[in-house]
């Protein structure tokens, strides 16, 4: 069976100071791979998605970024926080490209920008 | 352009009661998928349910249900007897047009108090 793994759980980092968030799937092989940012207030922006290897499309210009160096795992990225990059980070993985593929999500990091 | 709204921000009853979470989407593909998503305090997205849009047969699960109808653009969900563990926000979401990206809506919080 498939098992998305997120850490770390939660994270407190100070203004301007790096960020690298690590999502891995197993027991599939070149999954879809998504990251998803929940603010206070529940609604669920998309921010990054990955259809293989190297591939990466952004939703949302902002200081993060991202990349997916293995076929399995997504990595968030960012040189310098924000108090506006607090939140809730959510990766999710999806079977293919399609529209009838579910995406599961991952357990999330909770973090708190000072 | 697809759009799903959950016009209820937030639903509090109390345990054993039944209670309909509503979701109404607009799409203008005929072919589409609708889920809904479990989020309890913990955090993590738990997929519960897929439907597409050539079966419009309700379904069960032991005490939630969903019932799809095309003619209102309506795939609400219901929970009978519900118990204190159903609290949670619960979300809706669509994809269509062979997207793998989905819109979610802003979610419903459900508080079951005992």
């Known amino acids: 069976s498939q098992t998305i793994h997120q850490w770390p759980a939660t994270l407190v980092q100070p203004v301007g100071s790096p960020l690298s968030l690590e999502c891995t799937v197993e027991?599939?092989?070149?999954?879809?791979l998504y990251w998803y940012r929940q603010a206070a207030g529940r609604g669920l922006q998309l921010l990054f998605y990955s259809v293989g290897i190297g591939q990466i499309s952004s939703e949302v210009p902002q200081n993060l970024s991202a990349s997916r160096p293995q076929d399995r795992q997504f990595i968030l990225s960012s040189k310098k926080l924000l108090l506006s990059d607090s939140g809730f980070y959510l990766c999710?993985?999806?079977?293919?490209?399609?529209?009838?593929?579910?995406?599961?999500f991952g357990p999330g990091t909770r973090l708190t920008v000072l | 352009a697809q759009k799903v709204t959950q016009a209820q921000t937030e639903i509090s009853v109390v345990e054993k009661e039944d209670v309909t979470l509503d979701c109404v989407y607009e799409?203008?593909?005929?072919?589409?998928?609708l889920f809904w998503y479990k989020q309890p305090p913990s955090g993590e997205l738990v997929f519960l349910i897929r439907r597409n849009s050539f079966d419009e047969q309700n379904e069960i699960s032991g005490r939630y249900s969903w019932n799809f109808q095309k003619s209102t653009s309506s795939f609400n969900f219901t929970i009978t007897a519900s118990q204190v563990v159903d609290s949670a926000v619960y979300f809706c979401a669509l994809k269509s047009g062979g997207s793998y990206i989905p819109t979610f809506g802003r979610g419903t919080s459900l508080i079951v108090h005992p």
């Open positions: 999710a993985w999806s079977p293919g490209p399609q529209s009838a593929d579910t995406q599961y």
């Open positions: 027991g599939t092989s070149n999954p879809n």
């Open positions: 799409t203008r593909d005929t072919t589409y998928y």
